[in-house]
């Protein structure tokens, strides 16, 4: 049987459920944003890319709370950072 492309990119469900756990957790010790903006924080942001390593995925220590805004403009410079 084949999967919808939605489905073989999608994480297993017990994964997903872990990250959202995670994020709130995150969320609502980190209701501003780490940027120093001092506005809401609504994303939360790997401070370094986890490339699908779960150790680095959940790791409390690489999170990071952000505005849209601010995770736009993060993301934005990491996209043109020569990579190390």
Not at 2 to 31: D, E, G, H, K, V
Not at 36 to 50: A, K
Request: proline share 8%; charged share 20%; glycine share 4%.
């Amino acid at each position: 049987m084949l999967l919808a492309a939605a489905q073989m990119t999608q994480p297993p469900r017990t994964s997903r459920r872990r990250w959202l756990r995670l994020r709130n957790a995150y969320l609502a010790r980190n209701p501003l944003c780490e940027c120093g903006c001092g506005q809401p924080s609504v994303i939360v942001d790997h401070r370094q890319p986890h490339n699908g390593d779960e150790a680095l995925m959940y790791d409390w220590d690489n999170l990071q709370a952000l505005t849209k805004p601010c995770f736009d403009s993060k993301a934005a410079a990491d996209a043109v950072a020569p990579v190390a």
